[in-house]
């Protein structure tokens, strides 16, 4: 009898549902995989890109307010030392600590060397999430990571051997919102999970509706005595000739090159005995599925906390093109509290240097990032115009003179200073 074989496409069923996959693509060992496919959508990759390049502000150590000259010193050169950082510089050793935006987890080796009498930074090396076998914990303290062998294709040489395990002291684990069901952090990306996995399913029904509406599915007619032979007698010739034009309508519905040879007999009433043509595409009624895609998106934004981005981008009158102060003071937020986790952990770093310039950790130095964003001209002006109504602090020169240097604007001998000069005494002499 004549084999054939049907493929038939179930992107959603009970025993495959959004929920049911998400219990095992989330899975410790089997969630930085998951991520690194979700960053292949545009939307989760250029919210996360947006973020990351809002995040990635220099640091500095200020010293201890009651520090010694040698601790000041030490601070100096570690900063210094932070800046020159080989071969992975500060901008890419930044970008290797903010992995823990998408991941949940950043993992970095740091090393020191000695310059000019003291141990300071030499370079934070990141360890690949997908290349950790083990993580030995006591008490809650990494004691030490048990490394596999490195996956590559042979493109990338690396001359140095790869460590089998590295000392916990040595290892920075920056994790963003660890808790007891997420003990390596929580990755911004997995409450992103579910909505990501609608959206391709979409995306899978959209190109298979595609495809099916510009190649159109097959019609094979055939007498019914061709059809019983093909099914009963299959080395008949009658079967022959139904398997031919099976597998040449196959070929016509992938769009490869095929031909088709059919008798020329027809019935008494001049009918075609067989015919093969494409069924046109039906348009779909009832369910829009680049309205379905287009929510994905809007709950793609919101779940990464980048809901600014999605400002304007429909219909629904959520928001206005312009950026609103609110929000842009809860990302900003946001931002510092991401930037707060990255300096709790460095400060293991700091105490690490401290003893091996045999300091105590009794005043340890802070961990400072530059400001995320400075206030624009109105915001600063309406600022003070609260603070002088208020009474807390009254019109000086010191004040004028800060206030200029605060707006970059001339402080003295300029034009400006003549007019407001000549305007004040026209004022003082009409009053008086």
């Known amino acids: 009898m004549t084999k054939y074989s049907k493929q038939y496409s179930y992107p959603i069923e009970i025993h495959n549902s959004i929920q049911q996959m998400g219990k095992e693509d989330l899975r410790?060992?089997?969630?930085?995989?998951?991520?690194?496919?979700?960053?292949?959508?545009?939307?989760?990759?250029?919210?996360?890109?947006?973020?990351?390049?809002?995040?990635?502000?220099?640091?500095?150590?200020?010293?201890?307010?009651?520090?010694?000259?040698?601790?000041?010193?030490?601070?100096?050169?570690?900063?210094?030392?932070?800046?020159?950082?080989?071969?992975?510089?500060?901008?890419?050793?930044?970008?290797?600590?903010?992995?823990?935006?998408?991941?949940?987890t950043s993992l970095q080796e740091v090393t020191f060397e000695r310059k000019n009498g003291y141990q300071v930074f030499k370079t934070l090396s990141p360890i690949s999430l997908q290349s950790?076998?083990?993580?030995?914990?006591?008490?809650?303290?990494?004691?030490?990571?048990?490394?596999?062998?490195?996956?590559?294709?042979?493109?990338?040489?690396?001359?140095?051997?790869?460590?089998k395990e590295v000392d916990g002291s040595k290892v920075l684990a920056f994790q963003f919102q660890a808790d007891p069901d997420n003990p390596l952090g929580k990755s911004l990306l997995r409450g992103c999970y579910s909505t990501w996995k609608e959206k391709t399913t979409y995306r899978e029904l959209g190109l298979v509706g595609a495809s099916k509406s510009l190649a159109g599915v097959m019609k094979v007619e055939v007498p019914s005595e061709y059809l019983n032979s093909?099914?009963?007698?299959?080395?008949?010739?009658?079967?022959?000739?139904?398997?031919?034009?099976?597998?040449?309508?196959?070929?016509?519905?992938?769009?490869?090159?095929?031909?088709?040879?059919?008798?020329?007999?027809?019935?008494?009433?001049?009918?075609?005995?067989?015919?093969?043509?494409?069924?046109?595409?039906?348009?779909?009624?009832?369910?829009?599925?680049?309205?379905?895609?287009?929510?994905?998106?809007?709950?793609?934004?919101?779940?990464?906390?980048?809901?600014?981005?999605?400002?304007?981008?429909?219909?629904?009158?959520?928001?206005?093109?312009?950026?609103?102060?609110?929000?842009?003071?809860?990302?900003?937020?946001?931002?510092?509290?991401?930037?707060?986790?990255?300096?709790?952990?460095f400060m293991k770093a700091i105490k690490l240097a401290f003893q091996l310039n045999g300091l105590t950790d009794e005043r340890l130095p802070e961990v400072e990032f530059e400001d995320i964003s400075e206030p624009s001209f109105e915001e600063f002006v309406e600022g003070m115009k609260a603070v002088g109504m208020s009474g807390l602090i009254e019109p000086t020169g010191e004040l004028d003179r800060w206030i200029k240097e605060r707006i970059n604007a001339p402080t003295q001998g300029g034009v400006g200073d003549s007019i407001s000069q000549r305007l004040r005494e026209e004022y003082n002499d009409d009053t008086t």
């Not at 969630?31 to 990759?45: A, C, G, H, N, P």
């Not at 009651?66 to 930044?94: D, G, Q």
């Not at 093969?276 to 379905?292: L, N, T, Y």
């Open 28 to 104: 410790i060992e089997n969630q930085f995989k998951t991520y690194r496919q979700m960053l292949e959508d545009s939307v989760i990759s250029g919210s996360v890109s947006f973020i990351k390049s809002v995040l990635n502000r220099p640091f500095y150590l200020k010293p201890h307010i009651r520090s010694t000259k040698k601790e000041r010193e030490v601070v100096e050169a570690l900063n210094k030392s932070l800046k020159n950082l080989e071969p992975y510089n500060f901008n890419r050793t930044m970008n290797n600590i903010l992995t823990l935006v998408e991941y949940g």
């Open 132 to 163: 950790v076998n083990k993580y030995v914990y006591d008490r809650g303290e990494l004691k030490k990571l048990i490394l596999n062998a490195p996956e590559n294709d042979g493109m990338i040489q690396n001359v140095a051997k790869a460590p």
């Open 230 to 345: 093909y099914f009963s007698d299959p080395s008949s010739d009658q079967a022959l000739l139904v398997d031919n034009l099976i597998k040449q309508s196959e070929l016509m519905g992938q769009g490869r090159s095929s031909f088709v040879c059919l008798p020329s007999d027809t019935t008494e009433g001049n009918a075609k005995l067989f015919d093969v043509q494409p069924i046109k595409g039906v348009d779909r009624q009832g369910f829009e599925i680049e309205a379905s895609i287009n929510r994905c998106n809007r709950e793609l934004f919101q779940c990464l906390q980048a809901s600014v981005l999605s400002l304007g981008q429909d219909d629904s009158g959520s928001g206005s093109y312009g950026l609103s102060s609110t929000k842009n003071v809860l990302l900003e937020n946001f931002l510092r509290g991401v930037h707060s986790t990255i300096a709790s952990e």
